[in-house]
């Protein structure tokens, strides 16, 4: 895979040539320059390991380079990159020759990387460091890559167990505010064309937006301070299962229901091979569980009926709900769909507390906030909007380009898109 001369203060970072074979084995298989490598360093180098090195510039999916001096021309270190097949993340890699250490060309190295990807319209670029790698270490980090996971293997030849961390770095759209319109079109309907989700997984624009992080309670601990292993309990829209599989309550205690189809398989196939009683139901009018054949009922975000909740219970049972409210992300859909209609005017404490009270609950808690929710890129905002179609009914990057480029030079200046959510809770007792 071959890409363009990547220009850094001192450095040209060019492609991979056969000539330079010699000098990349002299630095990898160095026992002091490859120790932190996955490869052991060979007794002898021999033709076919020669002849593989010198075939990299053809190789398909990574992109290997050769860095050089820009006043000398002397060569003083490999790279590469490794797009995905989206181009939306790069994977990259770096060494110096011992001759030029602690001069900052690993820094250099790897930051022009990071640039060459924010030009060609990544989200994020990744790299893997051996934890013992303490100069390698710190240069991802002056770079602003932060630590994601930890992976261990056997150096390649050897019993040696190595471990790694993983790093990434998040670009966000203000980083390539030198991209003109057809550029952000382009990546935008990249966004676009993600925006898939299964179970109810946000971790596609993980660091790049904050939402529910200030709210006057915590849903989460809330309910553990309810939940007891003899309770049989229901998690009514329970999206992927993820949030009723962390509490770790007793399977056979335990039963769930989803309406949304794609999520419905993935808990039909995640839940009850766990002895999790889960059915499909997406009518809450009608839940497919006989009467009082439950102690606390859980509802986070999902459609519900307060009569229908009733009939569930058991005398002295409990529902806990936190809902997203009638005005949630109002300010944010007026910036790309002027206009629009609500799609649920009835969402809101005062009005669903009362239902609560006409159906025969006690209210124990009722508790309603508004916070902010904040974009770092239009990229982010781009997928959310799609994922939540109800609240943006015929957004795209086609019909609302025009006002996404008003969002950019929103970022631009600001460094951020700033809405607001609305959720309230509700505890009632039977």
Known sequence: MQAETIET?????????????????????????????????????????????????????CCYMTAECKDTREMIGTCSFMPSKDGRVYDIAYCVHKKYWRNGYATEMAGGMVDYAKKHGAVKVTARVNKKNAASNAVVKKLGFVPTGEKCYKKRGTELQFCDYLYEYRITDNERSFINSDDWKIIWKQEEKAAHIHGWDFSHIHGRYEAETDLPWDYETLVRSYLKSSLDILDYDTGGGEFLLSLNHPYDKTSATEGYPPNATLCAEKLLPLGINFKACGNPSEIPFENASFDLILNRHGAFDAAEVFRLLRRGGIFITEQVGEDNDRDLVELVLPGTEKPFPHLNLTKQRRNF??????????????????????????????????????????????????????????????????????????
């Not at 609950?361 to 990229?379: L, T, V």
């Not at 994922?387 to 957004?395: A, L, N, S």
């Open 357 to 430: 009270e006409n159906a025969g609950f006690q209210i124990i808690q009722a508790k309603e906030a508004y916070r902010p929710i904040k974009f770092y890129d239009i990229g982010a905002f781009v997928w959310f909007a799609h994922i939540i179609e109800w609240e943006f009914p015929g957004f795209s990057v086609d019909s609302c380009f025009e006002r996404l480029l008003n969002m950019q030079k929103m970022i631009d200046k600001e460094g951020k898109i700033e809405g607001t959510i609305h959720r309230y809770l509700i505890v009632a007792k039977k």
């Open 9 to 61: 203060k001192r450095l040209f970072l060019r492609g991979f040539q056969k000539e330079d074979a010699v000098f990349a084995i002299s630095i990898w298989n160095d026992s002091e320059m490859g120790e932190y490598l996955p490869d052991e360093a060979m007794d002898r180098i021999d033709a076919a390991y020669l002849e593989e090195i010198e075939k990299l510039p053809e190789d398909a999916v």
